[in-house]
């Protein structure tokens, strides 16, 4: 099994990014999907999550409004659209597969480092 995430790079404040988590060797629609960030001495945090089957998905409030997250089962991929972006999204992202969003997580990705100037 193994999560790709890539789509990371350098924005402006108030830009957008697109990320993307392309899993292999697991059955996309079978996992809640989430993605988490660790920011330069800060613990890390779940900032959004789709449930398997798509049925529900979940936004911290630090995110909310401004980043969407929806899956392609067919390519196996997930994706995390940031819009609006401020320095203080910087961060290596991450993203995981488990059967319940953010709890016991089964498989990790490599980060993928998204830095916001202002």
């Known amino acids: 099994v193994q999560l790709q995430a890539s789509g990371g790079g350098l924005v402006q404040a108030g830009g957008s990014l697109r990320l993307s988590c392309l899993a292999s060797g697991l059955t996309f629609g079978d996992y809640a999907i989430s993605w988490f960030r660790r920011a330069p001495e800060r613990e890390r945090e779940g900032i959004s999550c789709?449930?398997?089957?798509?049925?529900?998905?979940w936004y911290a409030d630090s995110v909310k409004g401004r980043f969407t997250i929806f899956k392609d089962n067919a390519e196996n991929t997930l994706y995390l659209q940031m819009d609006s972006l401020k320095p203080e999204d910087t961060a290596v992202y991450y993203c995981?597969?488990?059967?319940?969003?953010?709890?016991?997580?089964?498989?990790w990705g490599k980060g993928t480092q998204v830095t916001v100037s202002s």
């Open positions: 789709t449930s398997s089957r798509s049925t529900s998905t």
């Open positions: 995981a597969a488990s059967s319940s969003c953010f709890v016991g997580m089964s498989y």
